[in-house]
């Protein structure tokens, strides 16, 4: 398992764009509506990444406004080790007509982490 993604909710979406892209200097890897007023941009500098997440409205988050995402090679033999470890999922894992699997877990402090498993 390996750290995927760093996701920045409730992001000042342009002033974000232009601070990672001309400041930091990653790249625009994907920027795609996903839903009604929500706009998600992923972007990357070598295998980091970071992910802006905007809505039209404000979404409170019990967890704040930042959760770490994991590869993972296969999300449900994950999904079954931390169930027997006792760690609650709070979600999934969920397949998408993508073919990524995604599961979300809350670590003690209530940090959302995503696990992400993509088709190959």
């Given at each position: 398992?390996?750290?995927?993604f760093?996701t920045?909710y409730?992001?000042?979406?342009?002033?974000?764009?232009?601070?990672?892209t001309?400041?930091l200097?990653?790249?625009i890897?994907?920027d795609?509506?996903a839903?009604?007023?929500?706009?998600?941009v992923?972007?990357e500098?070598?295998?980091?990444?970071?992910?802006?997440i905007?809505?039209?409205?404000?979404v409170e988050?019990?967890?704040?406004?930042?959760?770490?995402?994991f590869?993972?090679?296969?999300?449900?033999?994950?999904a079954?080790?931390?169930?027997?470890?006792?760690?609650?999922?709070a979600e999934?894992?969920?397949?998408?007509?993508?073919?990524v699997?995604l599961?979300?877990?809350l670590?003690?402090?209530?940090?959302?982490?995503?696990?992400?498993?993509e088709?190959?």
């Open positions: 398992m390996r750290v995927n760093v920045i409730k992001a000042r979406m342009e002033e974000s764009i232009a601070f990672y001309q400041i200097g990653f790249k890897a994907r795609f509506a839903g009604p007023g929500r706009r998600i992923f972007l500098d070598g295998p980091t990444q970071i992910e802006l905007a809505d039209a409205g404000v988050r019990a967890n704040g406004d930042i959760s770490i995402g590869h993972v090679d296969d999300i449900e033999s994950v079954s080790l931390l169930r027997s470890k006792g760690a609650a999922i999934g894992p969920t397949a998408f007509p993508t073919g699997k599961m979300r877990v670590d003690p402090n209530g940090v959302a982490l995503g696990f992400v498993q088709s190959r």
